[in-house]
């Protein structure tokens, strides 16, 4: 790290003074297997211990993620025993 820049994170730190904002770009899957959501929820922990991302955003982030594989969990699921024998065409 360059000296200044450490200077000037110092002194921002020491006059109470918050830091700039930085942008940070996550790259998640398309969250469309739930393989794909855990490599997203992995992305957001990682970002959250290396603090890259708010605590609060990554709290968003993981519930988000945890309701959207719920939701695919539960469209893998059939809803009752006759679901899973007639498959998607209708029981007669």
Known sequence: MPWTLAW?????A????RQPRTVVTL????????????VA???VIE?????????ERAGA???ALQQRSLNLQA?????NGRDALC???SCA
């Not at 469209?75 to 809803?79: E, V």
């Open 27 to 38: 790259h998640l899957p398309p969250l469309e297997t739930l393989l794909e959501n855990r």
């Open 61 to 63: 982030l993981l519930l």
């Open 8 to 12: 000037d994170i110092w002194r921002l």
């Open 75 to 79: 469209r893998k699921q059939p809803r």
């Open 47 to 55: 970002a959250l211990v290396a603090n890259r991302i708010n605590p």
């Open 41 to 43: 929820r992995g992305e």
């Open 14 to 17: 020491s006059t109470g003074m």
């Open 87 to 89: 498959g998607a065409r």
